[in-house]
């Protein structure tokens, strides 16, 4: 046989390794039924950035401002307590702190103004209740229900519905979302300020604690920050990832209730996100239908849920969804009640960062994604 030929009559040959195949099982779990899962980073995110300036503050506070009205504190301080001066303990070592009673309640002043300024953006002396229009989280919220209305559009339309491109991009000029969104932005800061308060109650308490028995400034510090931490920072993230999935159920909710009242009847069933992270509780859940006034307040089913709601177009899939269609419809209903149609919110209302004020699918530049 000639070289570089090959005889077809030779048996092929076969490559039998000695070591063990193995196979790699890959599985696939089921997206995130929000498609929130970045908005909820980038909320978590901001508030790590906010009490990190906060535990920032408190340690330049107690520590190198003598908030705490003990002796002068050495300019170099060791962990252990050696570089206060001689005098700043007394005869069991314990730390002096002449006017404690002062000073705790003079620190603890300090602290809820620097918790509102930093966590919250509330300039001293700015009511409380009009702060919640204009609260840097609303944008994250604002973000999440827009999702919300996107996905519904086009989960109506593959549940067999008509939707128009303009009854999605429309969505915040109606009543039944600028109003419901307002809430949402009013519940998500109210809860986030009760989150300072009850963190600054505890801080109190361990502050007292420290002082009375005597603990030096450093290891006083070292509990306070713990307990921003622990107390503050974890409840404050807890609601953070929360109201993201409240504000997108309340969203998809809303926009069918809006087909139902054009004609397009609508049910809503649970999605989990079909993973191994999912509860037993949500678990029970899935593939479940309920009534739109049934399932209002079910999603979240619990911190850190992140199940959403389906529809199930059970009649009415021969109705188009648009603006033109529903908006005269809405302003009629106002003059029926007696009220003069509402303006749309402009970018005031909500804050110059929110996505919807520069069209559908655009995201903040430094908000959520």
């Given amino acids: 046989m000639r070289a570089g030929r090959v005889d077809i009559t030779a048996p092929p040959y076969v490559h039998r390794s000695t070591r063990p195949?193995?196979?790699r099982i890959q599985t696939f779990a089921r997206p995130d039924p929000t498609l929130t899962g970045r908005i909820r980073e980038r909320f978590v995110a901001e508030l790590r950035r906010r009490f990190a300036r906060l535990l920032a503050?408190?340690?330049e506070q107690i520590e190198k401002e003598n908030a705490l009205g003990g002796q002068p504190i050495a300019i170099k301080v060791m962990a252990d307590g050696s570089g206060f001066g001689a005098d700043s303990f007394d005869h069991e070592g314990r730390f002096l702190f002449p006017r404690s009673a002062d000073a705790a309640a003079e620190f603890m002043r300090w602290l809820r103004r620097q918790a509102r300024k930093d966590i919250l953006s509330i300039t001293e002396g700015a009511a409380i209740g009009s702060s919640s229009r204009t609260a840097w989280s609303n944008v994250y919220i604002d973000t999440a229900y827009q999702r919300g209305i996107r996905q519904?559009?086009?989960n109506l339309k593959r549940g067999g519905a008509k939707v128009a491109e303009s009854w999605m991009r429309s969505a915040f000029n109606r009543?039944?979302?600028?109003?419901?969104?307002?809430?949402?932005?009013?519940?998500t800061f109210t809860e986030l300020y009760d989150v300072t308060e009850v963190m600054a109650r505890q801080l109190r308490d361990t502050l007292t604690l420290g002082m009375a028995q005597g603990r030096n400034p450093i290891d006083i510090a070292r509990d306070v920050r713990d307990r921003v931490e622990k107390v503050g920072f974890a409840r404050a993230k807890l609601i953070a990832r929360t109201e993201i999935i409240s504000a997108h159920a309340e969203a998809t909710l809303n926009a069918y209730e809006e087909a139902?009242?054009?004609g397009v009847e609508v049910e809503a069933e649970w999605s989990t996100a079909g993973d191994d992270r999912v509860c037993e509780e949500c678990a029970g859940m899935e593939g479940r239908v309920f009534t739109l006034a049934d399932a209002r307040g079910m999603i979240p089913a619990h911190p850190n849920c992140r199940c959403a709601f389906l529809p199930k177009v059970i009649g009415g899939s021969g109705i188009t969804l648009n603006w033109s269609r529903i908006a005269p419809r809405n302003h009629q209903t106002e003059r029926r009640r007696g009220n003069p149609p509402?303006?749309?919110?402009?970018?005031?209302a909500h804050g110059s960062a929110c996505g919807h004020h520069r069209g559908w699918g655009a995201e903040p530049e430094t908000g959520p994604g």
């Fill in 342 to 348: 509402r303006a749309v919110p402009g970018p005031h």
């Fill in 57 to 59: 503050a408190i340690t």
């Fill in 152 to 154: 519904a559009g086009g």
């Fill in 260 to 262: 139902g009242v054009e």
């Fill in 21 to 23: 195949r193995t196979y």
């Fill in 175 to 187: 009543p039944i979302h600028a109003d419901r969104l307002g809430l949402l932005y009013s519940r």
